[in-house]
């Protein structure tokens, strides 16, 4: 078993067993390495995995904090934007407008495990359905798993798509968090909303199916057009738990 693997269950079954309550702020990187004998690559791998499940997060700045997995509400299967769009009957359209190599955030390069000077891509779209402004979608994604993504034209073709069939960039899961915000002047603009208008954001983590982390992206939905609906179940829990 690798490494990070060996790690990510480890810490996890700590996690899950309560030995560090939620709020509790994990080791720096720093330690941890040190502690594991580990490069900070295969920490970070391990980290992803964690975060995947929802047992932890990352804040730049503060360190790595432990969650309460119970509080967060996972979906049952990984769509894409046009996936969901024509699963509710729409006609999904892609307006790309940039694409760039930039230098990643502190948050990004956290994420990632990159290393002083890779670069990512920052894909800007504007997403229609039937036509119709939608969201603001900025997709953030390191050049090292998919270089020469500019040569692809993401109005026409999935990214999804080709992120499985041209890299082998399989994504599997995603961790995705709502708030509700006041929009930009430029978000305005292209959804076409007015003033007084709110908008739903949706920050979304999505990994491939060997645990690499590949993308980071920030969906802007039109608030009136645009609604999540989260499938949960309660587990059953056993008589001889007192469960009830």
Known sequence: MPIYLQIAEGIGALLKEGVFPPG????????????????????RQAMGLLDREGLID???????IVTSGALRKKGQELKSFSEEIRERGGKPESQVLSLERKIPSESALAFFGLT???KV???LRLRLNDGEP??????CIPERLCPGLERFDLAKNSLTQILGETYGLHLESCVEEFTAEVPNVQIRQLLGLTKN?????????T???DGRAVELARSTYRGDRYGAIVHSVRKKKSVLNGGN
């Open 24 to 43: 509790y702020f994990l080791p720096s990187e720093r330690s941890l390495c040190e502690q594991f004998g580990i490069s900070r690559m295969t920490l």
């Open 58 to 64: 990352s804040h730049r700045g503060r360190g790595t």
């Open 116 to 118: 002083e000077g890779q």
């Open 121 to 123: 891509y920052e894909i």
């Open 134 to 139: 939608l969201a603001v979608e900025l997709a």
């Open 197 to 205: 208008s709110a908008v739903l954001v949706a920050n979304r983590k």
């Open 207 to 209: 990994f491939a199916d």
